[in-house]
């Protein structure tokens, strides 16, 4: 389905993407992963395909990931991959999961709902990059935390896009309902005060989750990966705290290019600091099951 492509790579993501910072052998594989999820995000996220569309491209992606069809050369990419490592379709088929409830679901009633929504959509993507590096499952609560983070970081900032192109919106209901807000909101040239509040509410809940997962880059046992946390973090702190006081609607809020570069090279030092604070711990685990 090449008409749903986008042409968006790594380098166009707000953080870090298996970036020079990864450790070569780590980066294919990586890579791989994130070439099927960005498949499939561009799949979801065409505004002009219609859902069945869009379902019967993203059901391709996944059948040709499991050995079912080889029409889609992200799915064998990353299937070769997966066997030439011994690791598990899991994270990347939850993925699917999730990118099937964005062709299907468009409204979130609250905070837990959009946490069920993260699990598929956000975690898989923390334990692939773990799981990939050799690390133990026991990391997985620290990093589903930063991911969820990361994900929510990404909805507040494109919020007012998300629902002029697609009507879709990740705030949940209730949290718009506390503040005052409603979904019409996101439609103005700039957010109400009561929007704002919300926004700044759910962007505060993701620097809570941040803190949940910061003890992560102090246990992986990769020194390099260590950095690519640090600098994931420090980034994802930037952006919390511009989303608290700047409008998503109205202002930008992604960082420029020379904020994120020197962001995530004092992150990387911080990340490297915290690994070496705490000293290597053993973390190599077998391969898990397919």
């Known amino acids: 389905m090449k008409a749903a492509q986008t042409g968006k790579t790594e380098r166009d993501e707000n953080f870090p993407v298996a970036s020079r910072l990864i450790a070569p052998r780590y980066r294919a594989s990586i890579l791989a992963f994130y070439r099927f999820a960005r498949k499939a995000d561009d799949i979801a996220d065409h505004p002009n395909l219609p859902p069945p569309a869009k379902l019967e491209g993203l059901e391709a992606?996944?059948?040709?990931?499991?050995?079912?069809?080889?029409?889609?050369?992200?799915?064998?990419?990353?299937?070769?991959?997966?066997?030439?490592?011994?690791?598990?379709?899991?994270?990347?088929?939850?993925?699917?999961?999730?990118?099937?409830l964005d062709v299907t679901k468009s409204r979130y009633r609250d905070w837990r709902e959009l946490m069920d929504y993260c699990a598929l959509s956000a975690m898989p993507v923390g334990r692939f990059v773990l799981d990939v590096h050799g690390q133990s499952p026991s990391l997985w609560p620290a990093s589903d935390a930063i991911c969820a983070s990361l994900q929510i970081i990404n909805h507040l900032q494109d919020c007012g896009q998300d629902f002029a192109r697609l009507d879709r919106v990740y705030l949940p209901e209730d949290s718009l309902t506390c503040a005052?807000?409603?979904?019409?909101?996101?439609?103005?040239?700039?957010?109400?005060?009561?929007?704002?509040?919300?926004?700044?509410?759910?962007?505060?809940?993701?620097?809570?989750?941040?803190?949940d997962g910061a003890e992560l880059a102090g246990r992986v046992s990769d020194w390099r990966l260590a950095c690519e946390i640090g600098a994931i973090l420090r980034l994802a702190r930037a952006n919390v705290r511009r989303l608290t006081?700047?409008?998503p609607l109205s202002e930008r809020v992604h960082p420029?290019?020379?904020?994120?570069?020197?962001?995530?090279?004092?992150?990387?030092?911080?990340g490297a600091m915290a690994r070496a604070a705490r000293g290597a711990r053993p973390a190599t685990v077998e391969a898990r099951p397919k």
């Open 61 to 100: 992606l996944e059948a040709t990931l499991i050995g079912q069809r080889d029409s889609e050369p992200e799915g064998i990419a990353l299937r070769e991959a997966l066997a030439a490592r011994g690791l598990s379709q899991v994270h990347a088929r939850d993925l699917i999961a999730a990118f099937r």
């Open 180 to 211: 005052g807000a409603a979904y019409a909101d996101l439609a103005a040239p700039r957010a109400s005060p009561a929007l704002r509040a919300a926004i700044g509410e759910l962007a505060q809940k993701s620097g809570a989750l941040l803190d």
């Open 245 to 247: 006081r700047r409008d």
């Open 256 to 270: 420029g290019k020379a904020a994120f570069v020197f962001s995530g090279l004092v992150g990387a030092a911080e």
